[in-house]
């Protein structure tokens, strides 16, 4: 069925509704719920040797300081290694298992990283050293209360555990490619093992629902995979699983290839361990090892941080930047009639769209809002503020609003609209990859834009030069990198190159 028809849309819609609803924005991922477990038993762990500091009274020397921090490093480092093997922040046990059946677990986490310390210190005591009995005491003390605040979080925990998943924790969701025993072997996982953790959001199979070999799964099949990438754009998922045999590799490939826009986790299914893919990882899901086949650009870690800055960045730009946007404004206001502000349609993260923020840099009756014509050297629609605006990229101030509201980054993949035109030709019909620069969220500026690629992209040659450095930004992203972008970007538009 053609995906653009009217029929196939409201289909699209009425299963995107449901699912949308199931994972309100700002709830937490699971992952998330682990690096938060991690911070506080980390934090309670040093604040057990503060406390247990004073406790001792171990004398404030110079040198015993130095031997408290060299040990609480060193107990740190093995704390987080323990932490790490025996899965102590896993969400799946912090979700599915007892505060007592982990407690185990948390004794060794606590307890054994300062007890190699703890041992050095007995056997090379001497009578008669009180400083070295009070530094003992300090170590009993550390492991007392260290053990004892652990078990205690854990405990408040499993009390506010059925709150927190269904007031705080999003659940992860899940979307699976195939409806074979694999796909059906899955579900049955997922549903026994983790409810709380996973939610399937459908089955999508090529094949004609005629040729389903699993009538149990029947109901659940929402389409085929273009429906799938379709349905991203209304309704985000975090993981595709491809359960299928490992005899059709050459349409796993393909699978691959077609999949590869999205920006998730996509995993091959355990028993297709045959299946010919470079670069294979193992992942868990649900207590089920899968194949990892390709990551969602940015980590969980790496975007917290990425969004954190964004946010904190762009608050503090529009507050410092507010007689400058008042004069901008005032100024466009006098200069030509008509709205302050310019909004245009532009793709985002997922190929989603949204509402980009500009100030009005053209007359009102000349401007293009698809953005079908791209603005020339010298182009009649430009008003007399809006040459300088555009010179001097002041024109994308406004988008620090797109930043706060999340639809944008300060540094990424610029957006286009999608009824840009090269020619005669869309973007993507000119550049295959093209897609793929949507695995991220657009940015303000990018290194694109600092390696001379801005303003109009007049030829295929411009376009693939912007995708390719946009892909080599997304694959080698960093905060080192963010940053340079960021101050070679006030260098670029005091320049006013190829900005018209």
Same mark, same amino acid.
């Given at each position: 069925?053609?995906?653009?028809?009217?029929?196939?849309?409201?289909?699209?819609?009425?299963?995107?509704?449901? #699912?949308?609803?199931?994972?309100?924005?700002?709830?937490?991922?699971?992952?998330?719920?682990?690096?938060?477990?991690? *911070?506080? +038993?980390?934090?309670?762990?040093?604040?057990?040797?503060? *406390?247990?500091?004073?406790?001792?009274? #171990?004398?404030?020397?110079?040198?015993?300081?130095?031997?408290?921090?060299?040990?609480?490093?060193?107990?740190?480092?093995?704390?987080?290694?323990?932490?790490?093997?025996?899965?102590?922040?896993?969400?799946?046990?912090?979700?599915? @298992?007892? !505060?007592?059946?982990?407690?185990?677990?948390?004794?060794?986490?606590?307890?054994?990283?300062?007890?190699?310390?703890?041992?050095?210190?007995?056997?090379?005591? %001497?009578?008669?050293? @009180?400083?070295?009995?009070?530094?003992?005491?300090?170590?009993?003390?550390?492991?007392?209360?260290?053990?004892?605040?652990?078990?205690?979080?854990?405990?408040?925990?499993?009390?506010?555990?059925?709150?927190?998943?269904?007031?705080?924790? !999003?659940?992860? %969701?899940?979307?699976?490619?195939?409806?074979?025993?694999?796909?059906?072997?899955?579900?049955?996982?997922?549903?026994? @093992?983790?409810?709380?953790?996973?939610?399937?959001?459908?089955?999508?199979? +090529?094949?004609?629902?005629?040729?389903?070999?699993?009538?149990?799964?029947?109901?659940?099949? /929402?389409?085929?995979?273009?429906?799938?990438?379709?349905?991203?754009?209304?309704?985000?998922?975090?993981?595709?699983?491809?359960?299928?045999?490992?005899?059709?590799?050459?349409?796993?490939?393909?699978?691959?290839?077609?999949?590869?826009?999205?920006?998730? $986790?996509?995993?091959?299914?355990?028993?297709?361990?045959?299946?010919?893919?470079? $670069?294979?990882?193992?992942?868990?899901?649900?207590?089920?090892?899968?194949?990892?086949?390709?990551?969602?650009?940015?980590?969980?870690?790496?975007?917290?941080?990425?969004?954190?800055?964004?946010?904190?960045?762009?608050?503090?730009?529009?507050?410092?930047?507010?007689?400058?946007?008042?004069?901008?404004?005032?100024?466009?206001?006098?200069?030509?009639?008509?709205?302050?502000?310019?909004?245009?349609?532009?793709?985002?993260?997922?190929?989603?769209?949204? $509402?980009?923020?500009?100030?009005?840099?053209?007359?009102? !009756?000349?401007?293009?809002?698809?953005?079908?014509?791209?603005?020339?050297?010298?182009?009649?629609?430009?008003?007399?503020?809006?040459?300088?605006? /555009?010179?001097?990229?002041?024109?994308?101030?406004?988008?620090?609003?797109?930043?706060?509201?999340?639809?944008?980054?300060?540094?990424?993949?610029?957006?286009?609209?999608?009824?840009?035109?090269?020619?005669?030709?869309?973007?993507?019909?000119?550049?295959?990859?093209?897609?793929?620069?949507? %695995?991220?969220?657009?940015?303000?500026?990018?290194? !694109?834009?600092?390696?001379?690629?801005?303003?109009?992209?007049?030829?295929?040659?411009?376009?693939?030069?912007?995708?390719?450095?946009?892909?080599?930004? =997304?694959?080698?992203?960093?905060?080192?990198?963010?940053?340079? =972008?960021?101050?070679? @970007?006030?260098?670029?538009?005091?320049?006013? /190159?190829?900005?018209?």
């Amino acid at each position: 069925m053609d995906m653009r028809s009217p029929s196939r849309k409201l289909e699209l819609l009425g299963l995107a509704s449901p #699912v949308a609803k199931r994972g309100p924005a700002g709830r937490l991922q699971p992952q998330q719920l682990s690096y938060i477990s991690l *911070v506080i +038993d980390l934090s309670l762990f040093l604040g057990a040797g503060f *406390v247990s500091w004073i406790v001792a009274a #171990v004398p404030s020397a110079d040198i015993y300081r130095l031997m408290a921090l060299g040990i609480t490093g060193m107990a740190c480092i093995i704390f987080l290694g323990f932490g790490r093997a025996l899965r102590v922040h896993d969400p799946l046990l912090l979700l599915h @298992t007892t !505060a007592l059946s982990r407690m185990p677990r948390m004794i060794v986490c606590t307890g054994v990283p300062l007890l190699v310390p703890l041992v050095m210190s007995l056997l090379f005591i %001497r009578s008669g050293e @009180t400083e070295v009995h009070r530094l003992i005491s300090w170590l009993l003390w550390f492991e007392l209360i260290a053990m004892s605040a652990t078990i205690v979080a854990h405990g408040f925990f499993q009390i506010v555990r059925p709150m927190l998943s269904n007031l705080v924790l !999003a659940r992860q %969701r899940v979307a699976i490619i195939g409806s074979g025993e694999s796909a059906v072997r899955l579900i049955k996982w997922v549903e026994l @093992t983790a409810p709380g953790l996973f939610e399937i959001i459908g089955v999508f199979d +090529d094949r004609d629902r005629g040729r389903t070999l699993n009538s149990s799964i029947a109901h659940q099949i /929402r389409g085929s995979t273009a429906d799938l990438i379709e349905l991203y754009k209304s309704a985000a998922f975090d993981k595709v699983v491809i359960a299928l045999p490992h005899s059709a590799e050459a349409r796993l490939l393909d699978l691959l290839r077609g999949l590869r826009v999205l920006p998730v $986790d996509i995993v091959l299914a355990p028993d297709l361990m045959g299946f010919n893919a470079a $670069d294979q990882e193992t992942a868990e899901m649900a207590g089920l090892k899968l194949h990892s086949l390709a990551h969602r650009p940015i980590r969980a870690p790496q975007r917290l941080l990425k969004s954190a800055i964004d946010f904190a960045a762009a608050s503090v730009a529009l507050l410092f930047l507010s007689p400058l946007l008042l004069l901008i404004a005032g100024i466009i206001k006098f200069d030509s009639e008509g709205p302050i502000f310019f909004r245009q349609r532009r793709q985002g993260l997922g190929d989603r769209l949204f $509402d980009v923020y500009k100030f009005r840099t053209m007359h009102v !009756a000349l401007s293009d809002p698809k953005g079908a014509n791209q603005t020339k050297r010298g182009d009649p629609r430009v008003t007399r503020i809006g040459a300088f605006l /555009r010179k001097t990229s002041l024109d994308e101030l406004p988008q620090l609003i797109n930043v706060l509201r999340g639809e944008m980054s300060l540094v990424g993949p610029r957006p286009h609209t999608p009824h840009m035109l090269i020619g005669d030709k869309k973007h993507y019909e000119i550049v295959s990859e093209y897609s793929f620069r949507h %695995r991220v969220k657009p940015g303000i500026t990018g290194l !694109a834009q600092v390696n001379g690629c801005r303003g109009a992209v007049d030829t295929p040659d411009q376009l693939k030069a912007r995708v390719d450095l946009d892909l080599y930004y =997304i694959d080698h992203w960093s905060l080192w990198l963010d940053i340079k =972008i960021l101050w070679r @970007t006030a260098f670029v538009c005091l320049s006013g /190159r190829n900005a018209f």
